[in-house]
């Protein structure tokens, strides 16, 4: 299973953001600072993070990154998409055969698939709160996913 570099800084950043910023932008130097990333790198990352809504930016002394919207909303998987990342668990892209075996699907091919299609529901029901807030992220998502199906969780 394959997750970049991107997409493991993007959710890390945006954390950082969801527990320090009590609704006052963060500085990416803070950011960097505290999670030992390259301030370099996370104006790249928030350039993507800003176009896609998820953050707002402030300019001047003072300024810098807040949340677009409240951490209840955003979910880790819209973190993930909006710095161009998707989970790759297969050699070969998506349901293409261009890089299994021999121009063919591998014998694994439906199963690491399915594996990745999983960690994308995963993670598309798992939000920044649910994160910031150190909930029990296996239980968030069944719970979630419950509620989308009208069934009473499993506790």
């Avoid at 910023?21 to 790249?44: F, M, N």
């Avoid at 050699?91 to 299609?117: I, M, N, P, T, Y």
Wanted: aromatic share 4%.
């Amino acid at each position: 299973m394959k997750m970049s570099t991107k997409g493991r800084y993007a959710v890390m950043a945006m954390i950082d953001i969801g527990q320090n910023s009590a609704g006052q932008p963060v500085s990416l130097a803070e950011i960097a600072d505290r999670q030992d990333i390259s301030q370099e790198y996370l104006e790249q990352l928030f350039s993507k993070l800003r176009r896609a809504k998820i953050v707002e930016s402030s300019r001047g002394p003072g300024g810098g990154y807040r949340l677009a919207r409240d951490a209840s909303e955003i979910a880790v998987s819209d973190i993930i998409l909006a710095v161009d990342e998707a989970l790759r668990v297969t050699r070969c892209s998506g349901d293409a055969v261009d890089g299994c075996v021999k121009g063919e699907q591998c014998s694994a091919h439906d199963l690491w698939s399915s594996l990745g299609r999983q960690m994308m529901h995963f993670l598309g029901s798992i939000t920044l709160e649910d994160v910031c807030e150190k909930r029990n992220l296996a239980l968030a998502a069944t719970i979630k996913q419950a509620k989308e199906r009208h069934v009473r969780p499993i506790a």
